[in-house]
């Protein structure tokens, strides 16, 4: 038994042996088949293509998605409270700019407002009293005549009452008695002549009034005083005894007793308001005329009291613009013409609350345009300005394209993961079926030119500053090159001829004098040239047997005098295109082998040419360039 073990203990070990053998077998069989096929593949010849220069449109575009919403959007908010008496609109209507949406009770408001008109007529009429009192702060001659009784000085108090009499001595008033039989007779604006014993003359006058009411004399006889005015000639004064007599139609009529004389006008000077006397203009028994200024008040307390009653009435004013421009907010009227999408109050409702002094009435969107924001890399918002197209495309909208423009770029960016981003705004101006919400992607063309020379991206070689090397026949080289030679000697002999510019012995046509070394190039680099090559723009002849292993596809192509490689200045590329600026013409054949990879280095994920100049890719055709959005 114990044999038997052994041996099937030793038969599973060999087996194991022979598992690991057939496994390395046929590991070094594919190792060795793959080997092979290494060796044959790079003995193999390349394969050639060949595509002709065709014009058309190439565009360099950069990719993102968002969501668009309306270009403008206003929510409601009530500014007043009250209870909504009137919402014309419904959720879907479209309104203009200045309809009223809702009108509120503003019953509170427009009383509010009639009391402060009220206030403001008030505190007028206060300031109209403190004006005429500052008027009356400098005490004037109510009437022309004598200043009499007058023993004002400064530093008194002057109060409201009589500080002076004037009398005006130039009219006088004659009233002498006559009897009833005599009064019957006399007519106001009879004349008369007064008879003055004392001064043994006479005077001329006119009867002025008579009067109905009898005064018994000293004999019981009943008279009846008549008033007749007179020019005083300047020897009259009041209190002298006169006769009169009257000329009436009837005859003339002698007074039946005498009389006495008067001054027609005696007036108490009184001044309207009190304070302390500042100035005193006049004295006691001096002529003085109507209007003349006496004497003057302190005005310190007036012109305060006057001050802040002018303050008050500007705070009521400015309080009434207040409520007037809070009425208006019991109308409230659409900021912008647009379509109202959502509703919360209704006619009946009270705003304004404690609880909803903020709620939203109603929301309206402006839908006539969309916008929407893309984050933009670092790397890409160079290329970006304001005025690019772009287009836009929504997943809810199958095959719609809609037509959009950069508005707007952020001036500062946001990082997160050691990624910056800035915001850039797009501006859909015709939205038509795009409904707020929505993602769209979008495609903004940063760069683009139109009806162009275009080649594969693959046939140009070596790309650098803007500039890149084809393979042609030799002979389509002969004619570019012999073209390019005639223009830059014009040119050359024009600028010799103007004098505009001195080239030094090897220098350039920017006016730099420059060292080229041996078998050098026009960059500035040194180059190394097979036999018979050359250097600049020119066409190059390379020797008919092959460069070695590494060489390139245009190379290999040009190692017969068939073919040679040319410069040619590059522009905007993408994965498929390139853009020709210079160097060959439509119809032109350029070669060079369909899995080259010369240009899969030359270009970096913004579609540039790396090394010079900011040429990009897009298409003629729908292409997807490399650009991208973090």
């Known amino acids: 038994m114990k044999q038997l073990f052994l041996k099937i203990k030793k038969f599973r070990f060999n087996k194991k042996i022979a598992i690991l053998a057939i496994v390395f077998l046929l590991i070094a069989g594919v190792i060795f088949t793959y080997s092979a096929r290494g060796r044959k593949k790079g003995n193999a010849e390349p394969q050639y293509s060949s595509a002709n220069v065709t014009r058309g449109d190439i565009s360099l575009k950069i990719s993102g998605s968002g969501t668009v919403e309306p270009i403008s959007r206003y929510e409601i908010i009530s500014l007043v409270r009250g209870e909504i008496l009137s919402c014309d609109f419904e959720e879907g209507d479209f309104v203009n700019e200045g309809d009223i949406l809702y009108r509120i009770d503003s019953t509170d408001m427009q009383n509010t407002i009639q009391k402060q008109h009220n206030n403001i007529s008030k505190t007028q009429l206060t300031a109209k009293t403190n004006a005429e009192n500052i008027e009356n702060l400098t005490v004037r001659a109510p009437i022309s005549g004598t200043l009499t009784d007058f023993r004002i000085k400064e530093g008194d108090t002057a109060r409201a009452d009589g500080v002076g009499t004037i009398t005006n001595n130039e009219t006088f008033i004659a009233t002498v008695p006559f009897n009833a039989n005599q009064l019957s007779q006399i007519k106001v604006g009879d004349n008369a002549t007064i008879i003055s014993a004392l001064y043994m003359s006479t005077l001329n006058g006119t009867v002025t009034y008579k009067s109905n009411v009898s005064s018994v004399s000293s004999d019981g006889s009943a008279l009846y005083n008549v008033e007749i005015e007179l020019k005083n000639p300047g020897s009259l004064s009041s209190g002298i005894s006169v006769g009169a007599t009257i000329h009436t139609n009837g005859g003339d009529v002698k007074s039946a007793a005498s009389g006495t004389i008067k001054s027609i006008d005696t007036t108490t000077v009184i001044p309207k308001v009190s304070g302390k006397v500042v100035k005193v203009y ?261 020797p008919r047997e092959g460069t070695g292993g590494n060489t390139s596809a245009g190379e290999q192509a040009a190692s017969n005098n068939e073919y040679t490689m040319m410069r040619v200045s590059v522009g905007i590329s993408n994965n498929d295109f390139i853009e020709i600026i210079s160097g060959l013409e439509e119809g032109d054949e350029v070669f060079y082998t369909a899995t080259s990879q010369s240009n899969q280095n030359a270009f970096g994920r913004s579609g540039m040419p790396m090394g010079g100049g900011m040429p990009m890719g897009g298409g003629n055709v729908r292409v997807q360039s490399t650009n991208r959005f973090r």
């Not at 959502?342 to 609350?353: F, Q, W």
């Not at 495309?393 to 770029?409: E, N, R, Y």
């Open 282 to 542: 006049v004295r006691d028994n001096q002529y003085i005329k109507k209007g003349d200024p006496l004497f003057q008040i302190d005005d310190t307390e007036y012109r305060q009291a006057q001050q802040r009653t002018n303050l008050e009435l500007q705070d009521l004013q400015l309080s009434l613009q207040s409520y007037i421009k809070e009425l208006e907010n019991y109308n409230i009227k659409a900021p912008i013409s647009g379509v109202v999408i959502s509703k919360e109050y209704k006619i009946g409702d009270t705003i304004g609350g404690s609880q909803n002094s903020s709620a939203t009435l109603m929301t309206i969107a402006n839908t006539s345009a969309m916008v929407f924001n893309l984050d933009v890399d670092e790397l890409e918002i160079s290329t970006v300005e304001v005025g690019q197209t772009a287009e836009i495309t929504a997943d809810a909208l199958p095959g719609q394209v809609f037509s959009g423009a950069v508005t707007k770029i952020a001036k500062e960016g946001v990082s997160q993961n050691g990624v910056t981003t800035y915001k850039v705004e797009l501006t859909i101006s015709q939205p038509e079926s795009l409904i707020s919400g929505m993602n769209v992607n979008a495609e903004i063309i940063v760069k683009e030119s139109k009806n162009t020379l275009l080649v594969p991206v693959s046939a140009v070689a070596g790309i650098r500053n803007g500039q890149g090397m084809v393979t042609v026949k030799s002979s389509v080289a002969a004619v570019r090159s012999s073209g390019e030679r005639q223009q830059s000697a014009g040119q050359r002999s024009a600028a010799t001829e103007e004098g505009e510019r001195q080239f030094p012995r090897g220098g350039s046509a920017d006016g730099e004098a420059r060292q080229f070394p041996r078998g050098g190039s026009a960059d500035g680099e040194a180059r190394q040239f097979p036999r018979e090559g050359s250097t600049g723009g020119e066409a190059r002849q390379f």
